[in-house]
């Protein structure tokens, strides 16, 4: 009787391994392979003029070869995870400098639209600090006025790291998303509704992890000499540059 016990109980643990195994395989394998398709139909839609187009909150100008989207500082001293929060991962709103309006799929879209190859690299084969093109990059731009005059600072400016080997690319300064847990966080409701669910702790904990550099240091202090007062408008550019 204990032995059939036993066997059953090794049967019960094979089951729920399985059970286990596929739903991680739905979440990660199926979501990663899944890729993001070029939104060009939606974009299209929301065209302002030659090459210049509106997606939610964003608008792209493929001249300038340039993504723009609007914020306001909610933090301007003390550490913060990321520089600029963008609607998607709720819990990160309240560990970041910025916060804007504009929703994080729509910036995923507005990227791939900008540059399919960097997003593909980005998003599906290299992550985060790890991406080194030879030529291009993106470049990240705080743009708002002071004093009836235009300021304008790199997003390296606003922030102190203390590692060299910390040198941050665009995703660490805003979270871009994860191919692991987008499916179920950028579809709004039902992450919003799951936020104490046993899902939710195994999101965050697998992504603060992710949010370690090479370091092992994860976030940053805010500049309070560069970083302007709480709620002043924010413009936000995205831009191809040149590497030297």
């Known amino acids: 009787m204990k032995k059939e016990t036993k066997n059953s109980l090794i049967i019960l643990l094979l089951l729920i391994i399985g059970i286990v195994s596929v ?6 394998f199926q979501n990663k392979s899944k890729k993001i398709e ?6 299209i839609q929301g065209k302002i003029e030659e090459n210049i187009y509106r997606l939610g909150n964003i608008v792209i100008d493929k001249n300038k070869e340039e993504i723009h989207f609007s914020g306001r500082v909610a933090k301007n001293a003390g550490w913060v995870q990321f520089l600029i929060y963008v609607a998607g991962y709720k819990w990160l709103e309240k560990e970041t400098a910025i916060i804007s309006g504009a929703q994080l799929k729509n910036l995923q879209l507005s990227l791939a639209f ?3 190859k960097y997003w593909d690299e980005f998003y599906y084969i290299r992550r985060g600090e790890e991406i080194d093109f030879e030529t291009e990059e993106m470049e990240l731009l705080l743009v708002w006025k002071e004093d009836n005059k235009f300021k304008t600072i790199k997003a390296q400016d606003a922030i102190i790291i203390r590692k060299t080997e910390d040198y941050l690319k665009l995703p660490g300064f805003i979270f871009l998303g994860s191919p692991l847990f987008d499916l179920t966080v950028l579809d709004g409701k039902s992450h919003t509704s799951c936020l104490s669910c046993p899902f939710f702790p195994v999101e965050e904990k697998t992504l603060r992890q992710s949010f370690k550099r ?3 240091e994860s976030g940053y202090e805010i500049n309070t000499e560069v970083i302007p007062p709480l709620n002043t408008e924010i413009n936000i550019i995205i831009k191809k540059s040149k590497l030297p």
Do not use: V
């Open 23 to 28: 739903i991680f395989y739905n979440l990660y």
């Open 38 to 43: 070029t939104p060009t139909s939606e974009i």
């Open 214 to 216: 090479k370091s092992g």
């Open 114 to 116: 900008l540059d399919w």
